[in-house]
């Protein structure tokens, strides 16, 4: 990753909206002040966001072409990888959802333990991170999907 970009940990509800964004801007007119920061960024996810988006494209059918270009898509997207630092911040923030009475899925809080333990700034499309933001540590750019 390049050093002198900001980096965005990039969630599943995102990353599919992203995605959809080449084919209609038009629908995210309402990005408009995030376009030119996201633009400029370097945009990571976690490896179970690529899993998500994949068990995603299995579900809805997609055929071969579809997914070939959401994978050519996806590509611009740097994969991070689960190790250690990762598991412990996971579980303090499962604790800490919990104790909040915040249900968020785990593939939620593998991508929120990520931007915590690399104290990035995580782009979402979903409330739940917005939520436990303040055990994040980091802020939280919520894009609000097209209505």
Same mark, same amino acid.
Request: charged share 25%; glycine share 4%; net charge positive.
């Given at each position: 990753?390049?050093?002198?970009?900001? #980096?965005?940990?990039?969630?599943?509800?995102? #990353? %599919?909206?992203?995605?959809?964004?080449?084919?209609?801007?038009?629908?995210? !007119?309402?990005?408009?002040?995030?376009? &030119?920061?996201?633009?400029?960024?370097?945009?990571? $996810?976690?490896?179970?966001? +690529?899993?998500?988006?994949?068990?995603?494209?299995?579900?809805? %059918?997609? %055929?071969?072409?579809? #997914? /070939?270009?959401?994978?050519? *898509?996806? !590509?611009?997207?740097?994969? +991070?990888? +689960?190790?250690?630092?990762?598991?412990?911040?996971? /579980?303090?923030?499962?604790? /800490?959802?919990?104790? *909040? %009475? $915040?249900? $968020?899925?785990?593939?939620?809080?593998?991508?929120?333990?990520?931007?915590?333990?690399?104290?990035? *700034?995580? #782009?979402?499309?979903?409330?739940?991170?917005?939520?436990?933001?303040?055990?994040?540590?980091?802020?939280?750019?919520?894009?609000?999907?097209? &209505?």
């Amino acid at each position: 990753m390049n050093a002198h970009r900001e #980096v965005l940990i990039c969630d599943t509800s995102f #990353v %599919g909206h992203y995605l959809r964004y080449g084919d209609s801007p038009e629908r995210y !007119a309402h990005w408009e002040s995030a376009i &030119a920061r996201l633009a400029t960024a370097t945009l990571a $996810i976690r490896i179970v966001t +690529l899993a998500e988006m994949r068990a995603g494209y299995a579900d809805a %059918g997609w %055929g071969s072409r579809r #997914v /070939a270009a959401a994978e050519r *898509r996806c !590509a611009s997207l740097v994969p +991070l990888l +689960l190790d250690d630092p990762y598991l412990n911040a996971w /579980a303090r923030l499962w604790v /800490a959802a919990k104790a *909040r %009475g $915040i249900a $968020i899925s785990d593939n939620d809080l593998w991508v929120a333990a990520t931007a915590s333990v690399r104290r990035k *700034r995580l #782009v979402t499309c979903d409330r739940d991170h917005v939520r436990i933001e303040p055990e994040l540590g980091v802020e939280v750019l919520y894009l609000a999907p097209p &209505a």
